[in-house]
């Protein structure tokens, strides 16, 4: 088993922490500070290639895999957490989307637009009824000639408001749950769909987060994603990969944690010693460390599977389920450290804070992850073990 | 035009360097290699200069360093270089002196052909800045180092370059091929871009020991030898001086300046 990263992995790793030390960190201070979405820092990753990377270099990709994915997303993470769920969103959810399940048309249209960085993507499931049930999506699509008629409301919608293509769940069928659903790309110039309210959140403030609303919104047939009734396999495909994208996110989020706490507990002195010198430091270090150490192998061991191609269900949860949790811990932790100063916007610890909270949240909750594990485990023992 | 550009794998500028047991070098363990930040500047500008040349010139990279330093030149490659040259030779682990280097580099580049090399100032490993000079003998060219600033004339003869001096610039005006060694200022590097690092892995990279080069053994011996490596002193307590006045604390500093550190 070789846990060492190739060349080529260091390589983009190393570009991915370059951009974000040198571009992105003098802009994202005060961008989340603002609560500013940073355009201009879009237009760079596109020119680097970071938003096409998992895509096909016939569409305008560059062809790497999740590992060089989740690299990426560690390195802006630690730098700007709302530059990289953008960023994750874009390649995990709405590139993948289309390449796997667009018509060729589709593909030809908007994937080297996408990697170009000339419009980016977003992801549109939840609504105000259907949250971690996603059955509930009440939003409809009715077929009418070359055209669905799209009525409804989406919520929490990363990126809603800047995105050129957005996937778009809704209900072709009320009465079939789970063949019901279809999947389709929106465009925002598209009659009837409209940005509605913005959400002002607890962290991640430089990334945008809206509602959608639909309103007899008409989309072409050639718009839809698979078949008609497969938007449920779809969503619930693609959110393995969304789940690899956040844990990654969370990573970067644990590793500036770490590093602000230590750099801060070296410099900190209180009853006539630097507080790294306490023994209660020391311990919350490594426990930090060995955590983050322990949620990295989790988020490498499933992207590298499913670059593989192997099912990565129970994996990407479980590495999303750790990872985020890890996060808070670590940054919970990281502010302790700091003290007083820790709850102040002087210091940055303040801010992975807050952005550490969503983790656990988006891109399913920790507790739905715990159901997807759950039942994956036991699946595995019923098929190892079949009940009498 | 040929252009080369020459590169060194050096320890991260932000690595914590320590010198080892034997106090015959550094130890590695732990620590980041880098292209040398100088020849990132070098690399850049041979860029640039075929960006604006077009069709016809290319930019070769030619380095003298451990298997290892594959990562770096496969980083110039992916940065944009066309092909590379890397010369490997159990024989020259350590280094050598920056004749012996020089001596090497002189053997690779005559062998590719050049119409201009460009090269780091220095290298921040060891930060001798011997070999561009040491080469520009040995290849019979003319040199000018530091260069902060670059323009090819039209007809591509020659070349004036900026050097930063004291309080301006300094324009010098060079026949090519010649050697020009860059400072920071002369442009920003690119980063190495994921399609360029894509394209990198299938990019020419040329592999030579010294026997290809048509050397029998190390070429040459060295004309300076490294005694020892020794760590820095350790720097003196931090005293701080504190009196009501100020006029009294200038006093005091004064006085232990002058009887304590001797310094004035």
């Given at each position: ?17 370059e ?42 990709g560059?062809?790497?895999?999740n ?67 996603v059955?509930?999506?009440?939003t ?27 996937v ?21 110039s598209?009659?009837g ?9 607890l ?18 047939a ?43 507990a ?17 311990w ?21 599977m499913r ?46 804070f ?35 | ?31 980041k ?5 100088y ?9 640039l ?7 016809g ?42 004749f ?37 003998e ?11 600033g ?16 004291e ?22 590097p690119?980063?190495?871009?994921l399609?360029?690092?894509m ?44 009196a009501?006045e ?19």
């Open positions: 088993m070789d846990f060492r990263l190739t060349e080529e992995e260091r390589m983009v790793q190393s570009t991915a922490r951009f974000a030390r040198k571009d992105l960190a003098p802009v994202a201070a005060e961008a989340n500070e603002e609560g500013v979405f940073p355009d201009a820092i879009y237009a760079q990753l596109g020119e680097l290639g970071f938003l096409g990377m998992t895509l096909p270099e016939e569409y305008g560059v062809g790497f895999g590992v060089s994915l989740v690299l990426v997303l560690e390195e802006i993470s630690r730098v700007c957490a709302s530059t990289a769920v953008t960023l994750s969103v874009h390649n995990s959810l709405t590139n993948a989307a289309i390449l796997k399940w667009g018509s060729e048309e589709l593909k030809r249209t908007f994937l080297p637009r996408l990697a170009a960085g000339e419009i980016l993507g977003a992801y549109a499931l939840t609504e105000p009824s259907a949250g971690s049930d059955s509930a999506v009440r409809s699509a009715e077929k009418r000639g070359d055209e669905f008629i799209l009525n409804g409301t989406k919520l929490f919608i990363s990126t809603g408001d800047k995105a050129g293509a957005i778009v769940f809704a209900r072709t069928d009320p009465n079939d749950r789970t063949r019901g659903m279809t999947a389709f790309i929106v465009e925002p598209f009659e769909f409209s940005v509605g309210k913005k959400e002002d959140k962290g991640l403030r430089a990334s945008t987060t809206v509602e959608l609303v639909f309103e007899d919104c008409r989309v072409p050639s718009h839809v994603l698979g078949e008609t009734g497969e938007g449920m396999q779809i969503a619930l495909a693609l959110l393995d990969g969304g789940r690899i994208g956040i844990a990654a996110q969370s990573l970067g989020i644990a590793q500036a944690a770490l590093d602000e706490a230590v750099l801060f070296r410099g900190r002195e209180q009853f006539g010693k630097r507080i790294v010198d306490f023994q209660g430091t020391r919350k270090i490594a426990d930090m460390a060995t955590g983050l150490d322990a949620a990295r192998l989790l988020v490498y061991r499933a992207a590298s670059d593989a191609g192997e099912p990565v269900v129970r994996e990407a949860s479980m590495a999303k389920l750790f990872a985020s949790t890890v996060a808070n811990r670590i940054a919970y932790d990281a502010l302790q450290m700091h003290g007083g100063v820790g709850y102040t916007k002087e210091y940055l610890v303040e801010r992975l807050r952005d550490a909270r969503v983790l656990e949240i988006y891109e399913g909750t920790s507790e739905i992850q715990r159901l997807v594990i759950s039942r994956n485990v036991l699946d595995e023992y019923d098929r190892l073990y079949p009940a009498e | 035009m040929k252009i080369i550009t020459l590169l060194k794998r050096v320890p991260d500028t932000e690595a914590r360097i320590l010198i080892n047991q034997a106090g015959t070098g550094i130890n590695e363990e732990g620590i290699f880098v292209m040398n930040p020849d990132e500047y070098g690399v850049e500008e041979g860029l200069l075929r960006e604006k040349l077009g069709e010139t290319t930019v070769t990279v030619v380095c003298m360093g451990p298997e290892a330093a594959t990562e770096q030149i496969r980083t110039a490659l992916a940065m944009g270089a066309d092909d590379a040259v890397h010369i490997c030779d159990p024989a020259l682990d350590g280094g050598g002196d920056p012996v280097r020089a001596a090497v580099l002189a053997g690779a580049i005559e062998a590719e052909g050049f119409d201009i090399v460009f090269c780091g100032k220095q290298a921040i490993d060891d930060d001798m800045g011997q070999v561009q000079s040491i080469l520009a040995m290849l019979d060219v003319p040199q000018v180092n530091v260069a902060t670059f323009e090819l004339a039209d007809d591509r003869s020659s070349a004036t370059i900026l050097r930063r001096i309080g301006g610039d300094e324009k010098v005006v060079t026949s090519l091929p010649a050697i020009v060694s860059c400072d920071k200022g002369l442009n920003e690119r980063y190495a871009s399609p360029g690092i394209k990198a892995k299938k990019k020419p990279l040329k592999t030579l020991t010294l026997a290809d080069l048509g050397f029998d053994a190390a070429p040459g011996e060295s004309r300076s030898e490294i005694l020892k490596w020794l760590p820095l002193p350790k720097g003196g307590e931090c005293r701080m001086v504190e009501e100020m006029k009294d604390a200038v006093a005091e500093l004064v006085r232990l300046l002058r009887e304590e550190a001797k310094a004035i």
